[in-house]
Nanobody, 125 residues
Framework: QVSLVESGGGEVSTGGSLRLSCAASGSAFTDYNLAWFRQAPGKEREFVAAVDWSGIGKYYADFVEDRFSVSRSNVKYEGYLQMNSLKPEDTAVYFC??????????????????WGQGTLVTVTS
């Protein structure tokens, strides 16, 4: 089992950028695909982006609109979510998740093998 810890959240103005990190420990990192989800106050958790175990395959939610970029380092055991052109509606707690099944990772399901505790992103207008 892999354990995940997110970092990099904070407060930023509209149009600003943030880079979230997801540090992994435990089982072989390259066995796992990574996904980012977010949950805004009063809303359901939603899928944001995913990267496969190799770092080559990537998948994004439609609302990302080319503003976000997902990546990983299999040397550092880390995943990343680079977020640009942030909007107030991007305000949410962002979670990193991992699963060995790519179909589950991109299937917008909460039933993934590992989750981080989340990091808060606040975008002010």
């Amino acid at each position: 089992q892999v354990s995940l810890v997110e970092s990099g959240g904070g407060e930023v103005s509209t149009g600003g950028s943030l880079r979230l990190s997801c540090a992994a420990s435990g089982s072989a990192f390259t066995d796992y695909n990574l996904a980012w989800f977010r949950q805004a106050p009063g809303k359901e958790r939603e899928f944001v982006a995913a990267v496969d175990w190799s770092g080559i395959g990537k998948y994004y939610a439609d609302f990302v609109e080319d503003r976000f970029s997902v990546s990983r380092s299999n040397v550092k055991y880390e995943g990343y979510l680079q977020m640009n052109s942030l909007k107030p509606e991007d305000t949410a707690v962002y979670f990193c998740a991992a699963d060995r099944n790519w179909g589950r990772v991109v299937g917008n399901t909460r039933h993934l093998e590992a989750w981080g505790q989340g990091t808060l992103v606040t975008v002010t207008s």
